[in-house]
Structures are given as structure tokens and as C-alpha cells.
């Protein structure tokens, strides 16, 4: 339970500038609500943070499990997962974005660079559970569905100068949230449950334990 609490602590910083961009650059596309675009007198996404973190509690609950360091293996698993594809694209975007505009050796240098980061993170996915990882891809390339929508709505700022963030049509916003919230929920709470040895593994301590007594019985 420490070292989950220490791994929390640690990470809060990044994940939550993370999450709150994330969301930020999404609604400046069009594709989420403008509520996320909206910032405070310190440029802070303050509104969309607190949707994300209402969301976030969610998914806690749905991956709720007997003890804490279980629990908290189960969700920064998943989380890894959906966010090593895109690291894997950091990596290869180095080589497109730095070719051209920098020495050969450097390009050599940052080319070899990725391709080590892009195989790692290949690795790191292949060991990672098969179930999670399932669910945590499928929810990763259902997003591709919305790459058309982006793609659109950027041509849009840049020819005809609306600015980001500005009115897309409403059900491309909210269809994109809700897609999103159920994707997240359904996928978190699909990947919890399983069986080892004829136990079901519940998401609730007392679930566990009466599943394990039914077993039994």
C-alpha cells in the first residue's frame, strides 16, 4: 500500500497536466465540448479536469479489487497500455518530423533513438496482460473513427480562421464524450473480472469472498 501510495504521489503531477491537455487539445478540434477548452485566470482547464477526475473516479470503482496494491496494479496497467501507442508514434515521428532539418549524424543519433524507444515500448506491450491489453486496444483504435473529424475541423480553423475551440456541430461533440465515457467505463470494468483456478476474482472484497465460498461449496 506505501509503494502504491508513493507511485501515486509521484505520478500525480504529470498524469494530471496529461489528462487536462488532452482534453483541452480536443475541444479546441471541436470534437469535445467547448466546457473542456474553457480556462481560468491561470490558463488552466479547471472545468475539464474536474469532468476528467469524476470520470476517473468511475473507473476506480470498476476496477476495484481485495487490496489496494491490486488494485492499483490493475489500473496503472491499463493505463500503461493505452499510452504506449502513442509513444510508440513519438518515436517514429522523429524520423519523419527530423528529417531535413537537422545534421545527418544528429538524424542518425535521434533515428536510432526512437527506433530503440519504439521497439521497446512493443515489448513492454507484449508482456503486458492479454485480456487488458484486448480491451485497452480496442478502445485505442475505435478513436480512429474521430481522425476524420479532427482532420476536418483543423481545415476549417485554417481556412476559414474560426477559432479553436469555436461551434462544431453539437451531437459531433457530445457523441465524441459519450463515446469516450462509455469506451473508458466499459473497458476498465470488462478487463477486471476473471477466473484463476475455478475462483472468480470479483471486483469487491465481499464479492470475492462470497464467490470463493460458492466455489467451495
Known sequence: A??????????????????????????DDGLFAGVFARVNSKNVPSAGLAIVAVIMSVQVLATMSPSASEQFGKIASIAVIMTLLPYIYSCIAIKVLGYGKMPSHQFTFYTI???????????????SDGQQTRWSLIFVIATIVFYELSINRQREIEETHVHPGGRSPRWVRYLALGVTIVALVATFWISVGRHKADVLHARSPAAGVQATQQTGE
Open 2 to 27: 506505501i509503494c502504491a501510495a508513493l507511485g501515486c504521489l509521484g505520478s500525480l503531477a504529470g498524469w494530471t497536466l496529461l489528462v487536462g491537455q488532452t482534453a483541452k487539445a480536443a475541444a
Open 113 to 127: 533513438v526512437g527506433l530503440i524507444g519504439a521497439v521497446y515500448a512493443l515489448w513492454a506491450m507484449v508482456g
